[in-house]
Nanobody, 127 residues
């Protein structure tokens, strides 16, 4: 089914910016809503951002709103996460995920509602 591969992670100084990319294959990309989650060492997985199938609706976690932007290019089967004003607390492994279902915010923000996950990419923010 759907296969997801993240890229773009790395080391960045606090206050800097970084863009993550997630490439999807094996499916009709436009049929899937996409989300970004992150997990820091020793902590539970946290919702970061989500975007609906058409790209017209987005959701953000409280900790990143105003700093991160999710977008997608359905023609290229790509979803992006633009991270601006990065903080040390943003350090985590970032995962993209896909779901063929769609509903409201409560659905998109729950990692239990996503059926496919990428391998993750490490983002480390130094101070």
């Amino acid at each position: 089914q759907v296969q997801l591969v993240e890229s773009g992670g790395g080391l960045v100084q606090a206050g800097g910016s970084l863009t993550l990319s997630c490439a999807a294959s094996g499916v009709t990309f436009s049929a899937y809503a996409m989300g970004w989650f992150r997990q820091s060492q020793g902590k539970e997985r946290e919702f970061v951002a989500a975007i609906n199938r058409s790209g017209g609706t987005t959701y953000y976690g409280d900790s990143v709103i105003g700093r991160f932007t999710i977008s997608r290019d359905n023609a290229k089967s790509l979803v992006f996460l633009l991270m601006n004003s990065l903080k040390f607390e943003d350090t985590a492994v970032y995962y993209c995920a896909a779901t063929q279902s769609s509903s409201g915010r409560a659905y998109y923000t729950s990692d239990k509602d996503y059926s496919a996950w990428g391998q993750g990419t490490q983002v480390t923010v130094s101070s």
